[in-house]
């Protein structure tokens, strides 16, 4: 089955600890991102990945670190959460040419929770 | 930075009834689209519109672009108590690959 799949999908933490969340996708797509989605902010984009080894932030970079050293893998990396990296988020990928460029598929979520 | 914005924010009628929903934008786009989310769950995306293109189908769902107002519509026709959820919009300019999100419509379909 075609899918983004995170993990954890749950976690809390304390300020300071550092944290990966991981991300796969099993269609080979290029594209891939990381959004955090906030009550009353909607989706905002933390960062980019157009393809292997090419990562570019997005609107709320700060806080967070990218990877991309294989296709399929885009872990999000917190050095060191604060509580205001309370948040769900979401990994989503598409493929960055042809018909199919730009139609995201989405992970279920990772609720975290910074105490 | 946000350039769709839904309206209304929340919308709550009888199951049956159509459901309407409205996205406007700010800068001209390559394509729109809608997205579905449940409640915390992932999005999923419904429909795809190019800006050379006016209304699209697929299923229950009519989704109309008018590139002279900037703004797009969707139409849910003989809603279901499953069609509650979230509905995003995303636009896609021609200078930048990312999508640029709204922050959506509730949809409750009351039984």
């Known amino acids: 089955e075609a899918q983004v799949t995170q993990n954890p999908r749950y976690l809390i933490t304390v300020t300071g600890k550092k944290l990966t969340v991981t991300c796969s996708q099993n269609?080979?797509?290029?594209?891939m991102s990381w959004y955090r989605q906030d009550p009353g902010l909607g989706l905002r984009q933390i960062y980019y990945s157009m393809n292997v080894e090419v990562t570019d932030k997005g609107d709320v970079p700060e806080g967070y670190k990218v990877s991309r050293k294989e296709k399929r893998n885009f872990p999000l990396i917190l050095e060191s959460p604060s509580p205001n990296q309370t948040s769900l988020y979401f990994c989503?990928?598409?493929?960055?040419?042809?018909?199919?460029?730009?139609?995201?598929?989405f992970g279920a979520g990772s609720r975290l929770t910074v105490l | 930075s946000q350039q769709g914005e839904e309206d209304p924010q929340a919308l709550s009628i009888q199951e049956g009834e159509n459901a309407t929903m409205n996205c406007s934008y700010k800068t001209s786009i390559n394509n729109l689209q809608w997205y579905r989310q449940n409640s915390g769950r992932g999005l999923v995306h419904l429909i795809l519109?190019?800006?050379n293109e006016r209304e699209k189908h697929s299923g229950r769902l009519r989704v109309t672009l008018d590139t002279s107002k900037k703004s797009s519509s969707l139409l849910i026709t003989a809603s279901r108590a499953a069609d509650t959820a979230s509905y995003f919009c995303?636009?896609?300019?021609?200078?930048?690959?990312?999508?640029?999100w709204g922050a959506g419509t509730k949809l409750i379909i009351k039984p």
């Open positions: 269609m080979n797509h290029e594209y």
């Open positions: 519109i190019r800006s």
């Open positions: 995303a636009t896609r300019t021609w200078s930048n690959y990312q999508l640029i």
């Open positions: 989503a990928s598409s493929l960055s040419s042809g018909d199919g460029a730009n139609v995201l598929t």
